[in-house]
């Protein structure tokens, strides 16, 4: 079975300050994993994916997230935090495209002026 | 790229009352679509898996007589709440498999309902 562990459910960063939002996976297969982005009341955004191809994966707005195969690591990152990026994040995890996504809990990221 | 579209966004009903949510993808072809579930403040919890022309695959927990979910074509699924509660109140969220390609799930806006 898979499941994501999503460490620390808020994370407070300085506007123009490095962002980590940290993500475990366990799965008992070479898995896909997905970070998504949601704004308040709205649907979730996909801001990158990796499906086994390169490790380092760069997604939209900036982040980018580095497939860790020894820690079961997934971790997102930006350089320097806008206030734009104040939102919920979630890691996914799925054994195949064919199967339903399994979330984290979510980070909320919070980015202050 | 793909687009998923709720509706409606948000509805009030009553207790006692049931409501249907649409979920279609407009511009591709999906012959599974899941159903997830949004507390406030808290993660997404899998409903069931949609899948057009047979029944749907409902989680653990999840009441299909409650929930009823239809599949009638390549682009539509329905959710509907029957005999709706206020804990049945939450964030219900749609997303359809493109088959084609990459098998990337597209998700939905989402969908509040309110139950009084």
């Known amino acids: 079975a898979q499941s994501v562990t999503q460490l620390g459910s808020h994370v407070s960063v300085s506007e123009g300050a490095l962002v980590l939002l940290r993500c475990n996976y366990s799965?008992?297969?070479?898995?896909?994993l997905f970070w998504y982005v949601q704004y308040p009341n709205q649907g979730l955004q996909l801001l990158l994916k990796?499906?086994?191809?390169?490790?380092l994966v760069k997604g939209i707005n900036g982040f980018e997230a580095e497939f860790k195969k020894s820690e079961t690591s997934f971790h997102l990152t930006k350089p320097s935090a806008h206030m734009s990026d104040a939102a919920e994040y979630f890691c996914?995890?799925?054994?195949?495209?064919?199967?339903?996504?399994?979330f984290g809990k979510g980070t909320r990221l919070s980015v202050i002026a | 790229g793909a687009v998923v579209s709720q509706h409606p966004s948000r509805v009030i009903c009553k207790s006692g009352t049931s409501v249907k949510i649409e979920c279609r993808s407009l511009d591709f072809q999906a012959t599974t679509m899941f159903w997830y579930r949004q507390f406030p403040k808290q993660s997404l919890m899998l409903m069931a898996t949609?899948?057009?022309?047979?029944?749907?695959?409902?989680e653990q927990g999840v009441e299909k007589d409650k929930f009823l979910i239809n599949h009638a074509s390549l682009t539509l699924s329905t959710l509907t709440v029957t005999s709706a509660h206020p804990e049945d109140s939450s964030f219900y969220i749609c997303?359809?498999?493109?088959?084609?390609?990459?098998?990337?799930?597209?998700f939905g806006p989402g969908t509040r309902l309110t139950v009084t």
């Open positions: 990796y499906t086994s191809a390169a490790t």
């Open positions: 949609s899948n057009e022309g047979s029944k749907a695959t409902y």
């Open positions: 996914a995890v799925t054994p195949s495209g064919n199967t339903p996504l399994v």
């Open positions: 799965s008992s297969v070479p898995p896909y």
């Open positions: 997303s359809a498999r493109d088959e084609t390609g990459k098998h990337e799930q597209y």
